[in-house]
T-cell receptor, first 115, second 116 residues
């Protein structure tokens, strides 16, 4: 079975703090794909990043960085120098190689960045 | 803006009724996916269509059905509505058949359904 766990339900930080959102996944597929999506208060789901299981390089995009560790089945997301506009619910998702494109989402982490 | 459009944005209806949600994928995308987001179940995959054919089914109730038309837009039909069907329904699209390799899914703005 496939599963994504985001243990942090809510996180509150003050602007300019760094924050890490945790994501742990379970899958029996040897090839799989991991994603992060952002859901701002307006409700839409915005794609942030995709990572293939065979590519363990970490990635940085501006203030965002992602740490993929196959050994611990984790795909954590760090926001550096957080801003109020980062306030949103963040979802980690998993898709297996032969799962018909189905995304399995975690429960989401609600990030609140206060000025 | 992801390029995926969904109509209507909001829908209020009564129990027992039937509604149709519409989705237009991004230009060039052949795959359409439907997801339901509710407070108790979170984000759940419902169904995937590729170029008019059903590819995968998730936790979709028998009261729900979907189809993808030759112009690639898709409709999700919800019938005999119950209070528990109140949710945000998302459509997503990707370029091709996502059995392999997995293509990124881009989501529309969603249709918020309220069943009274």
């Amino acid at each position: 079975a496939q599963k994504v766990t985001q243990a942090q339900t809510e996180i509150s930080v003050v602007e300019k703090e760094d924050v890490t959102l945790d994501c742990v996944y379970e899958t029996r597929d040897t090839t799989y794909y991991l994603f992060w999506y952002k859901q701002p208060p307006s409700g839409e789901l915005v794609f942030l990043i995709r990572r293939n299981s065979f590519d363990e390089q970490n990635e940085i995009s501006g203030r965002y960085s992602w740490n993929f560790q196959k050994s611990t089945s984790s795909f954590n997301f760090t926001i550096t120098a957080s801003q109020v506009v980062d306030s949103a619910v963040y979802f980690c998702a998993l898709s297996g190689y032969n799962q018909g494109g189905k995304l399995i989402f975690g429960q989401g982490t609600e990030l609140s960045v206060k000025p | 803006d992801s390029g995926v459009t969904q109509t209507p944005k909001h829908l209020i209806t009564a129990t027992g009724q039937r509604v149709t949600l519409r989705c237009s994928p991004r230009s060039g995308d052949l795959s359409v996916y439907w997801y339901q987001q509710s407070l108790d179940q979170g984000l759940q995959f419902l169904i995937h269509y590729y170029n008019g054919e059903e590819r995968a089914k998730g936790n979709i109730l028998e009261r729900f059905s979907a189809q993808q038309f030759p112009d690639l837009h898709s409709e999700l039909n919800l019938s005999s509505l119950e209070l528990g069907d109140s949710a945000l329904y998302f459509c997503a699209s990707s370029v091709k058949d996502s059995r392999l390799p997995q293509e990124t899914q881009y989501f529309g703005p969603g249709t918020r359904l309220l069943v009274l």
